[in-house]
């Protein structure tokens, strides 16, 4: 027999060969999965080149004429095949020349895009970019600065990488493996009592089955991948990974659907939160494309005191008529304007229902005292938020059942969280919250009201806080904002810098405020007052509003629908007519261009209906990339020697590479009829492509690339070769 | 003896011959150097011929093809409307009631297919290859007499009577073929004599290139000219050829039609002695029949039978340039002077050499108008000069007769050059310089171009093509020409080089697909949708990847996107009416998906947002109840499923949905 060599090695070797046949399984799993879904992307493309094909055949389209004219003398000629073979026929048939159709020019794809578009940067590099072999075989060094410029590339580390999965399952392997291999191993080496071997194995099996394997698996691993830790960290690790997955926790902050079957009864913060963290109040939108943050509407203030009591009732049955509901909604109605004033309370999430609140009335009102004890009188600009206070009472599904329905009807889950919300929005008109609820009366509603308020007595303490969570998708962006923000160098450069949202309520639009150190207005997005000195005022004017007249148009802004009230910038949604001519970019109000190959290079962008001279034609959209994205992706492009970058202001830069519109075909030119600007749109820098004269119907649009300073030149590759030679 | 006086001159054949060949000493000088050496000038030679080599073949390529197959014809041009021979003259005359007699004539001739009493005879030139140098019509005419003999053969006499020197009939009439009653004519023929006079180079000046097709019309002569006496040129040659009108069997064998006959040369003797014969000898070889068309001298003519002696000629008749306002006093007069056919001979003393001569002169008013071409190559550098007399387009020939026609037309057919005329004592000096900015674009009709093979026709029914104007009559305001125009202007001269076309003057494509644009496809822009259908899935993608976002969030969420990004609403104060507008959308949908109470949240949301007022909600939420009243068995169906979950058996629960399907982005992962 040949010695066995020594364990460490052997468990070394059985890792090893372990981990290159999961590996193998993996890679031949992962060819699967491939397939699969390669097989399904056909079936989808054969479904719509299907559709497509349909359509076609609904087109009236001539079929090509063959070319008959030359008659007799192109049907001579025949295209012959001939076998080798003697039982096959020489095979004939008669040419038909197609008639030459003249290429076109050669275009990567791109989806298009009325709006631009923010991506995050990308730190992996998704592919090395082809250019031909020469190109590569000629500048390596190109190449792997390239790869510097990034964090990896991607499907870089497979060789030697080693996921939590696989380690699991090597673990899982090598345990296996390892029980026979020490039975022999025992039985060849020493000849041990059968007790002590059954007792060893029977330690072995529950351990096994016990879950964490001999400590020697770990440390032939940890000595195979030194870089995933300690064999003691490879254990803890395993024992983390045996938890069984079953526990995933739902996210703390999803509430079940209002409308589901599994409702609960959660507070008015809580039912709001998705809505209010994912909309967009610059885009309107629900996780828009363009702005990373959005703030929580709980900033925001009431313009208006618009909360308008229901002095008569609602019907005969009405709340109002009962005794003492008057009163109370008087009171609770000053109680709240008070409460407003203060800051807001951080109620318990899980309360129980205390039981004196099984008879509530309004006479056990004691708000007075309750409200001396939490009493913060602040002047912050923060005491709106008290208007989403409301009192909050997280009750079981099982306590409703043991509770006797002491109350006239039952509510249900979702019930009461209709009722926190709408009484955050409506106080006490409960006649309104009733309608909007639906399924209960006014008076059910009182009633229900009424115990809300009497819970709302009980001490508070604080715990239990929602915290003020911000969905952020664009990590980087955010501390590139903050990097920019904050070196700001001096005021005498003509940069520009991208607008955000100012928010500090403790002092007004200062020297400190970052859209005074940017130089930018306050919009209506800011949380500052509307008297904020460096708010931006609008226009007056009643005419184009294309002239330095125009104070918005004199500070290269576009007219805001909300601040602009005369020229006609908040009028006429529906029509392209608008007399107000500064508020195209905004409304889309762009010519209809065309494609066809250029007079100059490539593809060009051709103009269907004559323009007059500075008139809008199109914006120039794209992906909004941050400006060290930018660099990265813009030596790819200088190699392509072709770029659709823009440089937008300080902090970003639109690039039309993937996403654009039809203008980013619109070539270069030194004496272009078009030119770029860069306005201000409602908070937004946008690039508007007008004309530089008038321009004729069926002209090809040129614009300067190096429409700003001597810094936009290095983002056009062209450009930028041209200074370099 | 009556001999007509052609002024027709005589065609060459160095027709494609351009203007350098012509001159074969053109003043090639430098200016600056008095006697450059040998080697100077051949580089500069190379200079100029790379510079203006090239697009003067070009040149000289359309000129070939433009004879060959017209484009267009000069003469329609507006600055060359002179070379337009017709006059709108016998319009004046017109009546409705002429066009009945014409038919009625013409019916006429058809039912007597015998003999018409008139022979008319239209001569229109005399061909000679041989004569290498060619006459130029504007300045220098060649002409040569022509006299036609019937001779008629009688049967009786043994001897050939010639007889009485009938005169040069453009009309024969038919009584002379007449058995007369002395003697019996046996067959009648007729014989026609050329006599040329050598006068060639009286006047020393170096004759102008190639004909050109048009000059070729000037050659023609509508009519001979009778004259009895000869030229006093020293040299006279003589062609003859004969003939038969009418064979011993006194059948016709002259028949209507355009005819070419072969002339022999003969020496100046006395016709009647010699008899014509068909056969052709050229250098005592005898030759093929139609080789002697190519070789020898031709006289082509048209034979018409008509019933009136004074009928008018209605051969193509052409008249030379410039002679149109002598269209009444003209040829016309004088065939009807003579139509009887008299033994008697008519002289004719005016000879259409003259009279265009003269004519010619009010048209350029200095005779001899000297051109200099200057041509600038060589960065503008260097200038080779040409100079020459008349005022026929260097590159293709044509004869612009006028200065001003002349520069038009360069500037206008050769953009590949510029021209800028300076005044010069002598006549006129054009500079020539290669357009740098020539690019060659096509500036046309799309529709050559594009013929856009399979988007025009269809079996299934009509189709839009690409629209197109034909212009049919276009009467612009016309400047009044003037030589400034072709002054060298300063400033923007460059930019105006380029032509600028505006039209749709190419094919597009669809930007998505790179499919041509069809027709009926340009009015709408089908690629500029402010939602395409990649960024409303995109958005719903987007939704979907939250993990701690509800599903009847999520979808309220996509509805309210969706609906934003249709209708594009950037203002606050357009919230109110989005509201409105998104129930009155997606209301059944929202009831029917049973999401009401997020809708509800949705809104309180937006009253949140300080975008919309408690108003908007009370309205949106009561039109929400108004949808659901009136799809009642929707709400059933809601009623059941919402049973079904309660029972258990839908697994559906908002806990598990809420986990999501794929699982990737939490809203509050994020936060700090």
Same mark, same amino acid.
């Given at each position: 027999?040949?010695?066995?060599?020594?364990?460490?090695?052997?468990?070394?070797?059985?890792?090893?060969?372990?981990? =290159?046949?999961?590996?193998?399984?993996?890679?031949?799993?992962?060819?699967?999965?491939?397939?699969?879904?390669?097989?399904?992307?056909?079936?989808?493309?054969?479904?719509?080149?299907?559709?497509?094909?349909?359509?076609?055949?609904?087109?009236?389209?001539?079929?090509?004429?063959?070319?008959?004219?030359?008659?007799?003398?192109?049907?001579?000629? =025949?295209?012959?095949?001939?076998?080798?073979?003697?039982?096959?026929?020489?095979?004939?048939?008669?040419?038909?020349?197609?008639?030459?159709?003249?290429?076109?020019?050669?275009?990567?794809?791109?989806?298009?895009?009325?709006?631009?578009?923010?991506?995050?940067?990308?730190?992996?590099?998704?592919?090395?970019?082809?250019?031909?072999?020469?190109?590569?075989?000629?500048?390596?060094?190109?190449?792997?600065?390239?790869?510097?410029?990034?964090?990896?590339?991607?499907?870089?580390?497979?060789?030697?990488?080693?996921?939590?999965?696989?380690?699991?399952?090597?673990?899982?392997?090598?345990?296996?493996?390892?029980?026979?291999?020490?039975?022999?191993?025992?039985?060849?080496?020493?000849?041990?009592?059968?007790?002590?071997?059954?007792?060893?194995?029977?330690?072995?099996?529950?351990?096994?089955?016990?879950?964490?394997?001999?400590?020697?698996?770990?440390?032939?691993?940890?000595? =195979?991948?030194?870089?995933?830790?300690?064999?003691?960290?490879?254990?803890?690790?395993?024992?983390? $990974?045996?938890?069984?997955?079953?526990?995933?926790?739902?996210?703390?902050?999803?509430?079940?659907?209002?409308?589901?079957?599994?409702?609960?009864?959660?507070?008015?913060?809580?039912?709001?939160?998705?809505?209010?963290?994912?909309?967009?109040?610059?885009?309107?939108?629900?996780?828009?494309? $363009?702005?990373?943050?959005?703030?929580?509407?709980?900033?925001?203030?009431?313009?208006?005191?618009?909360?308008? =009591?229901?002095?008569?009732?609602?019907?005969?049955?009405?709340?109002?008529?009962?005794?003492?509901?008057?009163?109370?909604?008087?009171?609770?109605?000053?109680?709240?304007?008070?409460?407003?004033?203060?800051?807001?309370?951080?109620?318990?999430?899980?309360?129980?229902?205390?039981?004196?609140?099984?008879?509530?009335?309004?006479?056990?009102?004691?708000?007075?005292?309750?409200?001396?004890?939490?009493?913060?009188?602040?002047?912050?600009?923060?005491?709106?938020?008290?208007?989403?206070?409301?009192?909050?009472?997280?009750?079981?599904?099982?306590?409703?059942?043991?509770?006797?329905?002491?109350?006239?009807?039952?509510?249900?889950?979702?019930?009461?969280?209709?009722?926190?919300?709408?009484?955050?929005?409506?106080?006490?008109?409960?006649?309104?919250?009733?309608?909007?609820?639906?399924?209960?009366?006014?008076?059910?509603?009182?009633?229900?009201?009424?115990?809300?308020?009497?819970?709302?007595?009980?001490?508070?303490?604080?715990?239990?806080? $929602?915290?003020?969570?911000?969905?952020?998708?664009?990590?980087?962006?955010?501390?590139?904002?903050?990097?920019?923000?904050?070196?700001?160098?001096?005021?005498?450069?003509?940069?520009?810098?991208?607008?955000?949202?100012?928010?500090?309520?403790?002092?007004?639009?200062?020297?400190?405020?970052?859209?005074?150190?940017?130089?930018?207005?306050?919009?209506?997005?800011?949380?500052?007052?509307?008297?904020?000195?460096?708010?931006?005022?609008?226009?007056?004017?009643?005419?184009?509003?294309?002239?330095?007249?125009?104070?918005?148009?004199?500070?290269?802004?576009?007219?805001?629908?909300? $601040?602009?009230?005369?020229?006609?910038?908040?009028?006429?949604?529906?029509?392209?007519?608008?007399?107000?001519?500064?508020?195209?970019?905004?409304?889309?109000?762009?010519?209809?261009?065309?494609?066809?190959?250029?007079?100059?290079?490539?593809?060009?962008?051709?103009?269907?209906?004559?323009?007059?001279?500075?008139?809008?034609?199109?914006?120039?959209?794209?992906?909004?990339?941050?400006?060290?994205?930018?660099?990265?992706?813009?030596?790819?492009?200088?190699?392509?020697?072709?770029?659709?970058?823009?440089?937008?202001?300080?902090?970003?830069?639109?690039?039309?590479?993937?996403?654009?519109?039809?203008?980013?075909?619109?070539?270069?030119?030194?004496?272009?009829?078009?030119?770029?600007?860069?306005?201000?749109?409602?908070?937004?820098?946008?690039?508007?492509?007008?004309?530089?004269?008038?321009?004729?119907?069926?002209?090809?649009?040129?614009?300067?690339?190096?429409?700003?300073?001597?810094?936009?030149?290095?983002?056009?590759?062209?450009?930028?070769?041209?200074?370099?030679? | 003896? %009556?001999?007509?006086?052609?002024?027709?001159?005589?065609?060459?054949?160095?027709?494609?011959?351009?203007?350098?060949?012509?001159?074969?000493?053109?003043?090639?000088?430098?200016?600056?150097?008095?006697?450059?050496?040998?080697?100077?000038?051949?580089?500069?030679?190379?200079?100029?011929?790379?510079?203006?080599?090239?697009?003067?073949?070009?040149?000289?390529?359309?000129?070939?093809?433009?004879?060959?197959?017209?484009?267009?014809?000069?003469?329609?041009?507006?600055?060359?409307?002179?070379?337009?021979?017709?006059?709108?003259?016998?319009?004046?005359?017109?009546?409705?009631?002429?066009?009945?007699?014409?038919?009625?004539?013409?019916?006429?001739?058809?039912?007597?297919?015998?003999?018409?009493?008139?022979?008319?005879?239209?001569?229109?030139?005399?061909?000679?290859?041989?004569?290498?140098?060619?006459?130029?019509?504007?300045?220098?005419?060649?002409?040569?007499?022509?006299?036609?003999?019937?001779?008629?053969?009688?049967?009786?006499? @043994?001897?050939?009577?010639?007889?009485?020197?009938?005169?040069?009939?453009?009309?024969?009439?038919?009584?002379?073929?007449?058995?007369?009653?002395?003697?019996?004519?046996?067959?009648?023929?007729?014989?026609?004599?050329?006599?040329?006079?050598?006068?060639?180079?009286?006047?020393?000046?170096?004759?102008?290139?190639?004909?050109?097709?048009?000059?070729?019309?000037?050659?023609?002569?509508?009519?001979?000219?009778?004259?009895?006496?000869?030229?006093?040129?020293?040299?006279?040659?003589?062609?003859?050829?004969?003939?038969?009108?009418?064979?011993?069997?006194?059948?016709?064998?002259?028949?209507?039609?355009?005819?070419?006959?072969?002339?022999?040369?003969?020496?100046?003797?006395?016709?009647?002695?010699?008899?014509?014969?068909?056969?052709?000898?050229?250098?005592?070889?005898?030759?093929?029949?139609?080789?002697?068309?190519?070789?020898? %001298?031709?006289?082509?003519?048209?034979?018409?039978?008509?019933?009136?002696?004074?009928?008018?000629?209605?051969?193509?008749?052409?008249?030379?340039?410039?002679?149109?306002?002598?269209?009444?006093?003209?040829?016309?007069?004088?065939?009807?002077?003579?139509?009887?056919?008299? %033994?008697?001979?008519?002289?004719?003393?005016?000879?259409?050499?003259?009279?265009?001569?003269?004519?010619?002169?009010?048209?350029?008013?200095?005779?001899?108008?000297?051109?200099?071409?200057?041509?600038?190559?060589?960065?503008?550098?260097?200038?080779?000069?040409?100079?020459?007399?008349?005022?026929?387009?260097?590159?293709?020939?044509?004869?612009?007769?006028?200065?001003?026609?002349?520069?038009?037309?360069?500037?206008?057919?050769?953009?590949?050059?510029?021209?800028?005329?300076? %005044?010069?004592?002598?006549? &006129?000096?054009?500079?020539?310089?290669?357009?740098?900015?020539?690019?060659?674009?096509?500036?046309?009709?799309?529709?050559?171009?594009?013929?856009?093979?399979?988007?025009?026709?269809?079996?299934?029914?009509?189709?839009?093509?690409?629209?197109?104007?034909?212009?049919?009559?276009?009467?612009?305001?016309?400047?009044?020409?003037?030589?400034?125009?072709?002054?060298?202007?300063?400033?923007?001269?460059?930019?105006?080089?380029?032509?600028?076309?505006?039209?749709?003057?190419?094919?597009?494509?669809?930007?998505?697909?790179?499919?041509?644009? @069809?027709?009926?496809?340009?009015?709408?822009?089908?690629?500029?949708?402010?939602?395409?259908?990649?960024?409303?899935?995109?958005?719903?993608?987007?939704?979907?990847?939250?993990?701690?976002?509800?599903?009847?969030?999520?979808?309220?969420?996509?509805?309210?996107?969706?609906?934003?990004?249709?209708?594009?609403?950037?203002?606050?104060?357009?919230?109110?009416?989005?509201?409105?507008?998104?129930?009155?959308?997606?209301?059944?949908?929202?009831?029917?998906?049973?999401?009401?109470?997020?809708?509800?949240?949705?809104?309180?949301?937006?009253?949140?947002?300080?975008?919309?007022?408690?108003?908007?909600?009370? @309205?949106?939420?009561?039109?929400?109840?108004?949808?659901?009243?009136?799809?009642?068995?929707?709400?059933?169906?809601?009623?059941?499923?919402?049973?079904?979950?309660?029972?258990?058996?839908?697994?559906?629960? &908002?806990?598990?949905?809420?986990?999501?399907?794929?699982?990737?982005?939490?809203?509050?992962?994020?936060?700090?």
């Amino acid at each position: 027999a040949p010695i066995p060599p020594p364990p460490v090695q052997r468990w070394r070797r059985r890792v090893r060969s372990e981990y =290159m046949r999961l590996r193998q399984l993996k890679r031949l799993k992962k060819a699967e999965e491939v397939k699969a879904v390669f097989v399904s992307n056909r079936v989808k493309i054969e479904k719509q080149t299907s559709i497509l094909n349909g359509e076609w055949s609904n087109l009236r389209i001539q079929s090509v004429p063959l070319s008959s004219s030359d008659g007799p003398a192109a049907t001579k000629k =025949m295209c012959t095949v001939e076998s080798g073979f003697p039982g096959f026929k020489v095979q004939a048939v008669a040419m038909r020349p197609l008639s030459t159709v003249t290429g076109i020019p050669f275009m990567y794809s791109w989806s298009p895009l009325q709006h631009n578009f923010m991506v995050e940067d990308e730190t992996f590099l998704h592919n090395i970019p082809y250019m031909g072999d020469e190109v590569l075989e000629q500048d390596e060094a190109f190449l792997e600065e390239l790869i510097d410029n990034y964090d990896g590339v991607h499907g870089d580390r497979e060789g030697g990488f080693i996921s939590d999965e696989i380690f699991k399952e090597l673990v899982e392997a090598l345990n296996q493996y390892s029980d026979h291999e020490d039975e022999n191993e025992e039985e060849a080496a020493t000849a041990a009592p059968t007790e002590k071997k059954e007792a060893e194995r029977a330690i072995r099996r529950s351990s096994t089955e016990g879950k964490i394997p001999s400590d020697k698996i770990f440390t032939a691993i940890a000595s =195979m991948f030194p870089y995933k830790g300690t064999m003691e960290e490879l254990k803890e690790k395993y024992k983390d $990974l045996l938890e069984p997955p079953s526990l995933v926790k739902l996210p703390p902050l999803c509430t079940p659907n209002v409308d589901g079957p599994f409702a609960k009864s959660v507070q008015r913060e809580q039912s709001l939160h998705s809505f209010h963290t994912l909309f967009c109040r610059r885009c309107f939108k629900y996780d828009c494309f $363009l702005h990373p943050f959005h703030a929580t509407p709980n900033v925001y203030k009431r313009k208006s005191k618009e909360i308008r =009591m229901e002095t008569d009732p609602c019907g005969a049955d009405c709340f109002l008529l009962q005794k003492g509901a008057k009163e109370f909604v008087d009171q609770n109605m000053l109680r709240s304007q008070r409460f407003r004033k203060r800051r807001r309370h951080q109620l318990q999430q899980q309360q129980q229902r205390p039981a004196s609140a099984s008879c509530p009335g309004p006479s056990g009102f004691a708000e007075e005292s309750k409200d001396g004890e939490s009493d913060h009188e602040t002047t912050s600009s923060s005491d709106g938020n008290s208007r989403c206070q409301t009192p909050t009472k997280l009750r079981p599904v099982d306590d409703e059942a043991e509770q006797p329905a002491s109350c006239a009807a039952e509510w249900s889950g979702a019930e009461e969280s209709l009722f926190r919300v709408l009484h955050g929005t409506y106080f006490n008109n409960f006649c309104s919250i009733a309608r909007l609820i639906g399924t209960k009366n006014c008076k059910e509603v009182y009633t229900f009201a009424v115990k809300e308020a009497l819970i709302h007595r009980v001490p508070l303490e604080d715990g239990g806080i $929602l915290p003020q969570k911000k969905k952020r998708k664009h990590r980087q962006a955010a501390a590139l904002l903050t990097a920019s923000a904050l070196s700001i160098p001096d005021n005498s450069s003509n940069q520009v810098y991208n607008y955000q949202p100012c928010d500090h309520p403790d002092h007004p639009c200062d020297s400190t405020c970052p859209c005074v150190i940017t130089q930018n207005f306050c919009e209506k997005f800011c949380q500052c007052e509307d008297e904020c000195q460096n708010r931006f005022p609008g226009c007056r004017c009643k005419t184009q509003c294309n002239t330095k007249q125009c104070p918005c148009y004199l500070a290269v802004r576009e007219c805001d629908p909300d $601040l602009c009230m005369t020229c006609g910038a908040a009028e006429h949604w529906d029509s392209k007519v608008v007399s107000c001519k500064n508020c195209s970019i905004q409304r889309g109000l762009k010519k209809h261009l065309l494609l066809a190959p250029s007079d100059v290079a490539g593809w060009g962008t051709f103009i269907k209906e004559p323009v007059q001279k500075n008139e809008f034609i199109s914006e120039y959209c794209g992906e909004l990339i941050s400006q060290e994205e930018a660099d990265r992706r813009g030596r790819i492009y200088d190699k392509y020697m072709s770029s659709f970058l823009f440089n937008l202001n300080n902090d970003f830069v639109v690039d039309a590479t993937r996403k654009g519109n039809k203008i980013r075909f619109a070539n270069h030119s030194v004496n272009p009829n078009c030119y770029a600007k860069v306005v201000m749109v409602n908070g937004d820098h946008r690039i508007g492509i007008f004309a530089k004269r008038s321009i004729m119907q069926g002209e090809e649009l040129f614009f300067d690339y190096r429409y700003s300073q001597a810094d936009a030149l290095k983002y056009v590759g062209i450009e930028r070769e041209v200074d370099m030679s | 003896m %009556p001999s007509a006086r052609n002024s027709g001159h005589i065609m060459s054949g160095a027709g494609c011959k351009a203007n350098g060949a012509v001159y074969p000493a053109s003043s090639a000088m430098l200016n600056s150097v008095k006697k450059p050496k040998m080697e100077q000038i051949q580089a500069d030679h190379e200079l100029f011929l790379q510079a203006f080599e090239k697009p003067t073949q070009i040149y000289r390529f359309l000129r070939t093809r433009n004879l060959i197959a017209p484009i267009f014809l000069h003469r329609t041009l507006t600055f060359m409307s002179h070379r337009n021979g017709r006059s709108n003259a016998k319009r004046k005359a017109f009546k409705v009631d002429n066009m009945l007699q014409t038919v009625e004539k013409m019916k006429g001739e058809q039912d007597s297919p015998s003999l018409s009493s008139h022979l008319q005879l239209t001569f229109t030139g005399f061909f000679h290859k041989d004569e290498k140098p060619s006459q130029n019509s504007e300045n220098e005419q060649n002409s040569v007499s022509l006299e036609v003999l019937l001779v008629k053969v009688c049967h009786k006499k @043994r001897k050939d009577v010639s007889c009485p020197v009938k005169q040069v009939p453009t009309v024969v009439s038919s009584n002379e073929f007449e058995p007369s009653n002395s003697h019996m004519v046996k067959s009648y023929s007729l014989l026609f004599r050329v006599s040329r006079t050598g006068r060639r180079d009286a006047n020393g000046l170096p004759n102008g290139e190639a004909n050109e097709n048009i000059d070729v019309r000037d050659t023609q002569s509508r009519k001979k000219r009778n004259s009895s006496h000869k030229e006093e040129g020293d040299t006279t040659e003589t062609y003859v050829a004969q003939m038969t009108v009418f064979d011993k069997n006194r059948r016709l064998q002259l028949l209507d039609g355009e005819y070419e006959v072969s002339m022999q040369w003969m020496e100046d003797s006395p016709v009647s002695k010699k008899r014509a014969t068909w056969e052709t000898i050229l250098d005592g070889k005898r030759l093929p029949p139609f080789e002697t068309f190519s070789q020898g %001298p031709t006289l082509q003519f048209t034979l018409r039978w008509t019933g009136e002696a004074s009928g008018k000629s209605t051969a193509p008749v052409a008249k030379p340039l410039a002679t149109r306002n002598s269209d009444s006093s003209g040829p016309m007069e004088t065939r009807t002077s003579h139509h009887r056919a008299t %033994p008697l001979a008519v002289k004719e003393s005016v000879s259409t050499d003259i009279q265009m001569r003269k004519e010619l002169i009010p048209c350029e008013p200095r005779q001899k108008l000297r051109i200099f071409y200057q041509f600038l190559y060589n960065n503008n550098t260097r200038q080779q000069t040409e100079a020459r007399d008349d005022l026929h387009c260097p590159w293709c020939t044509l004869n612009c007769s006028k200065l001003y026609s002349l520069l038009k037309h360069l500037k206008l057919s050769h953009s590949r050059f510029i021209f800028n005329y300076v %005044p010069h004592p002598k006549g &006129a000096r054009i500079d020539v310089s290669i357009n740098e900015c020539y690019d060659g674009s096509y500036v046309g009709n799309p529709q050559d171009i594009h013929s856009q093979p399979g988007f025009a026709f269809s079996r299934n029914g009509p189709v839009k093509r690409t629209a197109v104007t034909h212009i049919l009559v276009c009467r612009p305001k016309r400047t009044k020409p003037s030589l400034s125009e072709f002054l060298e202007s300063e400033e923007g001269e460059m930019e105006q080089q380029r032509t600028y076309v505006s039209g749709h003057n190419r094919l597009y494509f669809h930007s998505d697909s790179c499919m041509p644009l @069809r027709p009926q496809e340009m009015e709408v822009d089908s690629e500029d949708e402010r939602d395409p259908e990649w960024l409303r899935e995109k958005t719903a993608t987007q939704l979907d990847e939250f993990t701690d976002v509800n599903e009847g969030e999520k979808e309220v969420m996509k509805l309210w996107n969706l609906h934003v990004m249709q209708h594009g609403f950037i203002a606050d104060n357009q919230m109110n009416q989005a509201i409105i507008l998104f129930v009155d959308d997606c209301g059944a949908h929202i009831v029917r998906r049973n999401l009401c109470r997020n809708f509800l949240l949705h809104l309180v949301s937006m009253h949140d947002f300080n975008l919309v007022g408690t108003a908007t909600i009370d @309205r949106a939420m009561a039109r929400l109840k108004q949808i659901q009243e009136e799809l009642p068995e929707d709400a059933e169906e809601r009623q059941e499923r919402a049973l079904l979950a309660a029972a258990g058996s839908c697994n559906g629960g &908002a806990a598990s949905s809420a986990v999501g399907k794929q699982g990737k982005r939490t809203k509050s992962a994020l936060t700090d």
